[in-house]
């Protein structure tokens, strides 16, 4: 059950990046601005972030090891998202303040949003909660509990 759940993660992360590139650039027709497409990245890198550790936290399971591989890696990405979210809201007032139509935008702060509820849910607290057992534990608990990605990265960092 548990190797099916992580497995569905990993690859449900990763379909979802060019399925919603085809719904907003394809179907919705949005503009490929530099704004919208920087937007679109840093959803697209949180996924495919949020997939690699699925993956990890597979292999780690199937081996029976105490900790995912690559928790350094995490801890840096953690750090490096947080510039790369700078540098997207900064291209996307930049190009407010050029008088840009909105469509230009249109994409990029929705999904720069998403992204950033992606980082909290992946390096933070778990925001996710789409089975029975993570509602009835939120339900018993009445409070959000630190993402499976900290609290590797946190015992990872307390094994160096």
């Not at 759940?5 to 085809?22: Q, W």
């Not at 719904?23 to 530099?34: E, Y």
């Not at 801890?75 to 947080?82: F, H, K, Q, S, T």
């Amino acid at each position: 059950m548990i190797r099916r759940r992580l497995l569905s993660l990993c690859v449900l992360e990763l379909v979802n990046i060019p399925l919603f590139g085809f719904i907003l650039f394809g179907m919705l027709g949005a503009p490929a601005s530099p704004a919208n497409l920087a937007g679109f990245g840093m959803f697209a890198l949180l996924l495919v972030e949020g997939s690699a550790y699925w993956w990890l936290k597979l292999r780690q399971t199937a081996r029976g090891e105490r900790l995912p591989a690559g928790m350094a890696v995490f801890a840096v990405l953690r750090w490096v998202d947080i510039a790369l979210f700078a540098l997207t809201g900064a291209l996307v007032v930049w190009t407010w303040a050029q008088g840009a139509r909105w469509t230009e935008t249109a994409v990029a702060v929705p999904l720069g949003l998403f992204a950033i509820l992606e980082y909290v849910n992946y390096f933070h607290v778990q925001l996710m909660h789409d089975n029975r057992a993570d509602l009835e534990r939120l339900w018993r608990t009445r409070r959000l509990h630190r993402s499976h990605l900290a609290r590797d990265t946190a015992r990872a960092a307390r094994r160096r």
